[in-house]
């Protein structure tokens, strides 16, 4: 038999890269997660990764990393990953994701290692011309974190020509739900995410849930998402790795089916059976209206297809989660010595 690969995820603590690394652990990797803990939580990481609290801008503590153990691959997921505050602050995104990046990057070639996975964003986008968003659409960043996983992107790029580092960019589309298994789920803080939102409106922890406009030109005015089942995100983490043998990819990754702020909204009543108080707000600054995914190459090239694509079973699971997890990973105790 093989011997186990063995993996380091950056950024492994939080919402997608904690699924990517049970993923890893079920088909017998050995894992070793690299977080600053300031978005994630070592709660997320399972006993049998090792686990090293580390910021990617510290580059000694990466040169520690990299000469204890030898990665058949890295999956990078570590970045700052909200557009409103990307909008507000893009220096902050511009300079930190791309800085600390190039530096994971050039640790990752200065070892050898000849495979990353990197987790990019359906942001790169921004407003297409043309609906489903393949991976020839044309690229022009909504924002300025989607503008920083371009750059990278692009980093990657010439990382393969001139070192023959090969990657796999993923552009997510709206990452949602949580692991059957019952362990992982989505918490952040502070939440910006529409499911999370709405089922917390749902269970009377927040006032109401605030429709950010309802004046896109889309059938009921708010915006419409593309929301992908985050274990069918990892399964595509893993697929990717057969295809590094001899080439970098790129792909899109979504359902391929729309739905829109409000339909998400009577999703969540539907799935609990609770009524969710709704207010409309102005529009939210670098939000497009629209953004599908034809996930058609990966599905051709690799095989990849969503186990869990409808909507209400996405919502069922987070909504599983949340029940059982109301403080998210904090639990009571925790959260009471914090304050
Ligand atoms: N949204 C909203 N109210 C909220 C949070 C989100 O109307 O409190 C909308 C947001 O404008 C977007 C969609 O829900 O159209 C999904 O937003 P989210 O932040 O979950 O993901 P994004 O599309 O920004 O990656």
Not at 274 to 303: F, M, Q
């Amino acid at each position: 038999m093989n011997s186990p690969m063995t993996v380091l995820v950056t950024g492994g603590a939080g919402y997608v890269g904690s699924h990517c690394v049970a993923e890893l652990l079920d088909r017998g990797a050995k894992v070793i997660v690299l977080d600053n803990l300031r978005q994630g939580h070592r709660a997320a990481v399972p006993a049998e990764a090792a686990f090293v609290e580390a910021d990617l801008a510290d580059t000694d503590a990466l040169k520690r990393v990299f000469a204890e153990w030898r990665f058949d691959a890295v999956f990078h997921f570590a970045a700052l990953s909200l557009v409103g505050e990307s909008m507000r602050d893009p220096h902050l995104y511009l300079h930190g994701n791309t800085v600390n990046s190039l530096n994971l990057i050039r640790a990752t070639v200065e070892a050898g290692v000849r495979k990353m996975v990197f987790s990019s964003t359906a942001n790169l986008f921004g407003t297409p011309e043309r609906l489903p968003i393949d991976e020839d659409t044309a690229i022009d960043p909504g924002s300025p974190y989607g503008e920083s996983k371009f750059f990278i992107e692009r980093a990657l790029h010439w990382a393969d020509r001139c070192h023959g580092l090969r990657s796999a960019c993923l552009r997510y589309f709206n990452a949602a739900g949580a692991h059957p298994n019952g362990l992982l789920g989505e918490d952040h803080h502070p939440e910006t995410h529409l499911i999370p939102l709405v089922l917390d409106a749902a269970a009377g922890k927040r006032s109401h849930i605030e429709i950010f406009g309802d004046d896109y030109p889309t059938p009921d005015g708010t915006c419409v998402r593309d929301y992908i089942h985050v274990c069918d995100l990892a399964d595509a983490h893993l697929r990717v790795l057969d295809a590094l043998e001899t080439r970098s990819v790129r792909y899109n990754l979504g359902n391929g089916t729309g739905y829109s702020v409000r339909q998400v909204i009577e999703a969540v009543e539907r799935v609990t059976g609770l009524k969710v108080p709704v207010k409309v707000g102005p529009r939210r600054a670098g939000d497009p209206a629209v953004l599908i995914a034809s996930s058609e190459r990966i599905r051709t090239e690799l095989g990849w297809n969503p186990r869990f694509p409808d909507l209400d079973s996405i919502i069922g699971g987070a909504w599983a989660w949340r029940s059982r997890n109301p403080n998210g990973y904090r639990g009571p105790a925790t959260a009471q010595a914090a304050e």
